[in-house]
């Protein structure tokens, strides 16, 4: 079963008659690319941000439907509409589309789960911190 990026870009592709080469042309992102994700049954990480506004751009699709698409490819479930604009008091989207799903990701995790997450974070920015030993 194809995930929800590779339905997205095969239905684009039958639809517009267009090749890979099409959209990465139209895109500006390479032809291997757009094969990559059109083929690869599961994405490992989010693409880059670059890599999925040329895709928009190739497939003439708005980028948050390919932005969630590829979430879901990458088995970050977005649930329902896309989201509003954010009231005055809440706090910033970050601009980065993977802090982004992140973050909504996280939102949907137990409380415990929630805990075991904030703890790796702590840890890695803990050991990010630390100075490198010296040799």
């Known amino acids: 079963m194809a995930n929800a990026l590779q339905q997205l870009i095969r239905e684009r592709l039958d639809r517009g008659g267009w090749s890979y ?14 094969h990559h994700l059109a083929t690869t049954d599961r994405v490992v990480r989010m693409p880059q941000p670059a890599t999925l506004e040329g ?61 075991h997450v904030a703890a790796l974070v702590e840890s890695l920015l803990g050991r990010s911190a630390q100075p490198a030993p010296e040799n």
Do not use: F, M, W
């Open 21 to 34: 080469g099409d959209v990465a042309r139209r895109g500006g992102v390479p032809r291997s690319t757009v």
């Open 55 to 115: 895709l928009a751009k190739g497939l003439d699709l708005p980028l948050d439907t390919v932005r969630r698409a590829a979430a879901e490819a990458c088995g970050i479930h977005v649930y329902g509409a896309p989201p509003a604009p954010a009231p005055e008091n809440a706090a910033p989207r970050s601009g980065d589309a993977e802090v982004d799903l992140l973050i909504a990701s996280v939102q949907q995790l137990s409380a415990d789960d929630r805990r």
